[in-house]
């Protein structure tokens, strides 16, 4: 058991796809304005270690799913809570293909599970 004071931090895994997002969105913003690809990179970080710190803190949009905007940039982290990890399904636009991410679940209960 741990101790007063300790917290336990579950393992973040990425969906490859997510991953690709990822960098993808970082390369664009680099192209764009040098310098903003990693200031991307550094959103994407600040809401993992947002993510990790409170897993249940996001907005909730399916049974296990929950929703981290990033904050600076038009995109939210989409990602599962699990017992024995995180694990980062999309990095989502935040005006384009709503829940195109779907099928990257682990099963259709996740896909489609009512929130409450």
């Known amino acids: 058991m741990p101790s007063a004071g300790s917290y336990l931090v579950k393992l973040i895994t990425f969906h490859p796809d997510a991953d690709a997002e990822i960098t993808e969105a970082a390369l664009y913003y680099e192209v764009h304005k040098p310098g903003l690809g990693s200031d991307f990179l550094g959103e994407v970080e600040r809401g993992l270690d947002l993510i990790s710190a409170n897993p ?30 995180i694990r980062i399904v999309a990095c989502a636009h935040q005006k384009r293909r709503p ?14 599970g009512p929130i409450g």
């Open 56 to 85: 249940e803190g996001s907005q909730r949009i399916a049974r296990r799913v929950r929703s981290k905007p990033l904050w600076r940039f038009p995109y939210n982290l989409i990602y599962a809570v699990y017992p024995d990890r």
């Open 99 to 112: 829940f195109y991410w779907r099928s990257r679940l682990k099963d259709k209960d996740e896909r489609e």
